[in-house]
């Protein structure tokens, strides 16, 4: 049975997603062709993108005169292409790509505000194009192409009525010359899923929660619930390799809790958490947590087994191209504990897939320089090490030696599936050297149960000592924001009283960890014995079976291949622009677990299709940050609620993010008043110094955010340096004047920092710009520096700096951008927490500090970084 208020959204999503497409990719350095330049022969072939208008204004344009919308600022000029044009590797007519927005707003253009009513219109635009266009570049030789093309262009741009106002053709033709590879020119990301969830026979209950949400549960402060869900009793049994010194805060171990406590296979409900982290806070360091106990509950299954042979249920043979493979299947209780990791943010993505196999990542004690027996007990299991070394390298010709195994690795991408799965021969090498002997398997499971034991052991121990220390009355007696410091077993997060048992517990779940990884690798190379009596190792079947997954009729031969595949890569991440293109024969509840990571910048149609395929779905964010980047006008979204009868607030808003939807369909969270529901907050910052912490706390988290980090300033400062004059384009030259020689004392000065400790950051790409070219003359710093150190905000989510330059811009002649910057915090508010040690704000403080969010950020600069606000007092203080 379908809910037809559900697909109404659905397809509401679908057409919001037509509206995206045709945008302009990125070309590289070399973009433009004219008469005087004209294009070469050569590579594979060309695409040329014909009719480039600003998209953002004729949108805004349409907007005004059909649906009567007051045009509001942005701080963008996205471009969009009518038509692609693709040319063989001789520059002659190949074929050609019409992107569903070019018909859009033709037809609204034309009056034709029935569009949505009525799909047949597109097939015909598609054939005039195409008419148009063959009747240009037909028999056209190559070198004559760049003549016709102009011609073309002019034509085309004319007809869709693309005024001087809107093309951006510059008499030149933009397009990406002598490609290696073909370029996908996708109409959509997310259109074909949402066609595929909308044509399904009936409703997914993880889709449908999303979009329906669910009842809630405040959490809060409602410390008995708290004590119970954070209790002993409810302590995953594995934990990453970090620092024993140092324990999850409060919320932290809820979080963990919550998400590893479904993992029982009992529990077969499908279901969706999610964590609303601001900067800081540690949704990372929780995630290798959750993951970490993950690998100890599937080896917990695996040491159930008297042998590894009997962790397959069976076995098939497949003709693949011209070889014969095995693909074996897991038992029932061996699977459920995939893990996909995807992102709308790429560096979120590559945080997570190369970051976590790196052995700096593996750290047992706080103090550098100290003997750190994790390491070395991960460096023994050595879980294919060499192999990641090689898929996790920059060269394809080098190998890295700093990591410790394949945990989990890059995929969604057509190249880095290459990548990952080209090592076949490496891998085949890697089983026989290693293969586990039965005796070696009963070693393994023996060391993993008697670690086991021992986890089990102090967990007791733990717990008679509570039970006769009054430790959870004296945890219920500190104030409220020193309970959310950490859980109720550490006691007092001063004195830390019991300090040596809970950091023998941290220490031997961690160890655990690695006993799992150990058992995992032994499963992997222990040899079964086929149909025809010859040993084969399972996961290397997978691997190379997966490796030409096109060939596969049967859509099951894929799913399990990767199944298994996943004892290899236990994490596979990919984007969320990838994830149909990876998973295209996965169909619903074929994925384990999905992880959504910046869960708060995504758009929440993008999530539907990993939704879908989808048994658990757990998103990480936080929407007090930089909002899902949309270039569709919001009058156009309006225009489809209205159509479609789905409420655009609720549905289409331009604000709204996965991780608004998903909070809705989580029980545990919080909400303040006239606020929306947000699900498991973490609430400890250990990132920023005040002012940054105090800035940020105010505008965004209503006082919330507890300070995990020591009092002490040790000569940090920070300030407002008052900046004024004209502005060109929001760019003023004194603000470049105050910038470069605030840079020039601050590094002679102590603390010591260098160039590279510093960002500088503005709303406004044509600030940006400005200071680039400025910074660039004085300090002789190189493009790369630039690009990785100066940029808009929305750049530089997700990465820090000990000293933060926020350049806002601007004169009274552009106050209205200024007023945009700062309508909401989430802008400010990522600005501000990029800083670690300092933060300087440039511009004019006496009008910029009348308006909402810079007046607060203004305030506690002024003060000097005192919070001007009765909030959570810091740790220490």
């Not at 302009?24 to 330049?37: A, K, Q």
């Not at 106050?815 to 933060?839: F, H, M, Y």
């Amino acid at each position: 049975m379908r809910d037809k208020q559900l697909n109404d959204i659905i397809n509401a999503w679908w057409w919001a997603e037509r509206f995206e497409s045709g945008n302009l990719p990125s070309l590289g350095r070399y973009p433009w062709r004219s008469p005087e330049n004209p294009p070469k022969p050569g590579g594979k072939g060309s695409v040329v993108f014909i009719g480039v208008y600003n998209k953002t204004k004729l949108q805004q344009t349409i907007g005004t005169e059909r649906f009567h919308h007051e045009q509001e600022y942005r701080d963008s000029n996205q471009l969009g292409y009518s038509v692609a044009v693709f040319l063989d590797h001789n520059l002659e007519y190949e074929d050609i790509d019409v992107p569903y927005a070019t018909y859009l707003m033709y037809a609204l253009r034309c009056g034709n505000l029935h569009i949505l009513q009525d799909n047949r219109g597109f097939a015909n635009f598609v054939s005039q194009m195409t008419q148009e266009v063959e009747q240009e570049l037909q028999r056209v030789k190559g070198d004559a192409i760049i003549d016709h093309l102009m011609k073309l262009d002019e034509r085309l741009s004319n007809k869709l009525g693309l005024s001087q106002e809107f093309e951006q053709r510059l008499g030149k033709i933009r397009g990406k010359w002598n490609f290696r590879f073909k370029p996908f020119l996708s109409a959509s990301f997310f259109a074909e899923d949402l066609e595929k969830v909308a044509g399904a026979k009936n409703d997914d209950p993880l889709v449908a929660a999303y979009l329906r949400g669910s009842g809630h549960v405040e959490i809060d402060q409602d410390w008995e619930s708290l004590i119970q869900a954070v209790s002993l009793h409810n302590l995953p049994m594995g934990k990453w390799p970090s620092p024993v010194e140092f324990g999850s805060s409060l919320m932290q171990q809820f979080a963990i809790n919550t998400i590893t406590g479904h993992l029982k296979l009992t529990d077969s409900q499908a279901y969706i958490r999610t964590v609303n982290g601001p900067p800081g806070t540690g949704k990372t360091t929780l995630l290798k947590d959750v993951f970490a106990d993950m690998m100890v509950q599937q080896a917990k299954a695996m040491v159930a087994l008297a042998t590894p042979a009997d962790g397959y249920a069976g076995q098939r043979a497949l003709k693949v191209g011209n070889t014969y493979h095995n693909l074996y299947r897991l038992i029932p209780e061996l699977t459920g504990y995939g893990i996909v990791v995807t992102s709308n943010n790429n560096s979120a993505v590559e945080n997570i897939s190369k970051d976590f196999p790196m052995i700096g990542e593996i750290q047992e004690h706080a103090k550098s320089g100290a003997e750190d027996d994790f390491q070395d007990r991960l460096n023994q299991v050595d879980f294919f090490g060499e192999l990641a070394g090689k898929i996790l390298s920059a060269k394809p010709d080098q190998v890295r030696d700093d990591v410790w195994g394949t945990f989990a690795v890059p995929m969604g991408s057509s190249a880095k599936i290459s990548r990952a799965l080209k090592y076949g021969r490496d891998l085949w090498s890697y089983l026989m050297h290693h293969s586990t002997s039965q005796h070696e398997w009963e070693k393994a499971v023996d060391e993993f149960n008697d670690q086991f034991n021992q986890v089990l052991q102090l967990k007791e121990e733990m717990a008679d000592a509570l039970d006769t220390n009054g430790s959870l009355e004296r945890w219920m007696s500190l104030p409220n924001a020193r309970k959310q410091l950490t859980v109720p077993y550490m006691v007092n997060p001063e004195t830390d009283d019991g300090n040596e048992l809970n950091q023998q517990l941290r220490q031997a779940r961690a160890r655990l960890f690695i006993a799992a990884m150990n058992v995992r690798k032994k499963f992997i190379c222990y040899p079964v014995i086929n149909r025809s009596g010859k040993k084969k190792f399972p996961v290397l079947e997978a691997y190379e079976i997966f490796d030409q997954r096109w060939r596969l009729t049967e859509r099951k031969d894929v799913v399990d291949a990767f199944r298994l595949l996943q004892l290899l890569f236990p994490i596979v991440s990919s984007t969320l622009a990838s994830f149909h293109s990876m998973f295209k024969d996965f169909d619903e509840d074929d994925l384990d677990y999905v992880f959504m990571d910046e869960a708060g910048q995504a758009t929440p149609l993008s999530a539907v299709g990993a939704l879908w395929r989808a048994k658990h779905f757990v998103a990480l964010g936080d929407p007090a940050q930089i909002e899902p980047v949309v270039t569709t006008d919001a009058s156009f979204l309006k225009f489809i609620g209205t159509e479609l009868g789905v409420p655009f607030k609720d549905y289409l808003d331009p604000s709204l993010s996965v991780q608004r939807l998903a909070d809705q369909a989580n029980y545990f969270g919080h909400q303040d008043a006239d606020q929306p529901w947000i699900g498991m907050p973490l609430w400890v910052h250990r990132r920023c110094l005040d002012p940054m912490f105090s800035i940020s706390n105010r505008i965004s988290y209503h006082g919330h955010m507890v300070m995990g980090l020591p009092a002490s300033h040790q000569g940090w400062t920070s300030g407002w340096i008052d900046s004024r004059g004209p502005a060109k384009n929001k760019f003023v030259k004194d603000n470049a004047d105050k910038l470069v020689a605030h840079i020039r004392q601050r590094l002679t000065a102590q603390p010591a920092i260098e160039l590279d400790d510093i960002f500088v950051i503005s709303p406004f790409s044509a600030v940006v710009q400005g200071i680039k070219k400025r910074l660039s003359r004085e300090f002789g710093v190189e493009r790369s520096w630039l690009n990785s150190h100066v940029g808009t905000v929305h750049t530089f989510q997700g990465k820090e700096a000990k000293v933060v330059y926020f350049v806002i811009g601007t004169d009274q002649g552009s106050d209205g951008a200024a007023d945009w910057s700062c309508a909401q915090p989430n802008l400010i508010n990522v600005a501000v927490t990029r800083a670690k040690k300092e933060l300087y704000v440039i511009g004019d403080a006496e009008r910029l500090k009348a308006k909402d969010n810079y007046r607060e950020m203004y305030e506690i600069l002024n003060a000097n970084g005192r919070p001007a606000m009765t909030m959570r007092r810091p740790f220490g203080a």
